[in-house]
C-alpha cells in the first residue's frame, strides 16, 4: 500500500468516529461563550471588531492547545485502547507509512478545528452587532491565529509520543492539564517565551518570535515526531 492508500483508510476511520464530530459539538461552546462574555463585558460605546477578535482569538488560542492534544493522543491511543493494534501491524504497508499518515491526520483535523472555531466566534460577534473592522484586518488576525494554532499543534507531538509509550490517550491528557497551568505560572514569571507550550500565545500577542524561541518549539515537535517514529520503529506494540 502506498502512503495515499494509508491516508485514505486512516481519513476514513477518523470520520467515521463519534469523537471526530463530538470534538466540533463541544469546542463550539468556547467561542460561543467566550464571545458573548467580550461582547457584554465591553463599554457601552461598543465594541469593535479588532478589540473583540484580539480578545477573542486571545482566549481560543490556549483552549485549541487542549483540543490539538486531545486529537493527536486519541489518533495514536485508540488504536491501544481499542485493541485495533495488532489488525494495524498486520497490513501489508510499513510502520512509517502508518505512522506519518496519522501525523497527517492530526495536522489536517487540529486545522480544520481551529478555522472552525474562529468562524464561530466571528459568526457570533456578526450576530451580536460587532462592527467597524476593515476586512484586511480581519484576514491578517484569521491568519495570525492559523499560525499561532499551527504552532500549538507542533507542540502536540511529546502527547503523540506519551500516547504511544502509555499505551492510551488518557496519559496526555492528564500531561496538557499540568501543563497548562505550569504555563500561567511560568508566563506570570516571564518565562513565556522560553517555555515550549508558551512561545504560540506570544506570537499570538506580538506577532513574531525570538530565534530562541523559534529554535525551542522547532526542538520539541522534531522530539515528539522522531520519537514516535522511533518508537513504532524498534518498540514490541502487544
Same mark, same amino acid.
Given at each position: 500500500?502506498?502512503?495515499?492508500?494509508?491516508?485514505?483508510?486512516?481519513?476514513?476511520?477518523?470520520?467515521r468516529a463519534n469523537v471526530f464530530w463530538l470534538v466540533f459539538l463541544i469546542f463550539a461552546f468556547g467561542p460561543i461563550m467566550m464571545g458573548v462574555g467580550i461582547i457584554l463585558s465591553s463599554d457601552a460605546g461598543g465594541i469593535n471588531w479588532k478589540m473583540y477578535l484580539t480578545e477573542l482569538l486571545d482566549s481560543?488560542?490556549?483552549?485549541g492547545l487542549i483540543g490539538y492534544t486531545f486529537i493527536a493522543a486519541w489518533v495514536f491511543g485508540r488504536e491501544f485502547s481499542d485493541k485495533t493494534i495488532k489488525d494495524l501491524l498486520a497490513k501489508p504497508v510499513s510502520r512509517s507509512k502508518i505512522v506519518l499518515s496519522k501525523f497527517l491526520v492530526i495536522l489536517a483535523w487540529s486545522l480544520l478545528l481551529s478555522m472552525y472555531m474562529f468562524a464561530i466566534g466571528f459568526a457570533v460577534g456578526g =450576530?451580536?452587532?460587532?462592527?467597524? @473592522?476593515l476586512a484586511s484586518f480581519i484576514w491578517n488576525i484569521f491568519f495570525k491565529f492559523i499560525i499561532t494554532s499551527l504552532l500549538f499543534i507542533i507542540v502536540t507531538t511529546?502527547?503523540?509520543l506519551l500516547a504511544n509509550v502509555s499505551?492510551?490517550?488518557?496519559?496526555?491528557?492528564g500531561l496538557i492539564l499540568i501543563i497548562v497551568i505550569l504555563s500561567n505560572v511560568l508566563a506570570s514569571f516571564g518565562f513565556a517565551p522560553y517555555f515550549p507550550w508558551t512561545i504560540p500565545s506570544v506570537f499570538q500577542s506580538t506577532g513574531f518570535l525570538k530565534l530562541s524561541s523559534i =529554535?525551542?518549539?522547532?526542538?520539541? @515537535?522534531i522530539a515528539g515526531i522522531v520519537g514516535t517514529f522511533a518508537w513504532w520503529r524498534f518498540a514490541e506494540q502487544q
Open positions: 500500500m502506498n502512503i495515499f492508500s494509508v491516508l485514505h483508510c486512516e481519513i476514513r476511520k477518523i470520520i481560543l488560542a490556549p483552549l =450576530i451580536l452587532g460587532v462592527a467597524g @473592522g511529546p502527547g503523540t499505551k492510551g490517550y488518557l496519559a496526555p491528557l =529554535i525551542i518549539i522547532a526542538s520539541t @515537535g
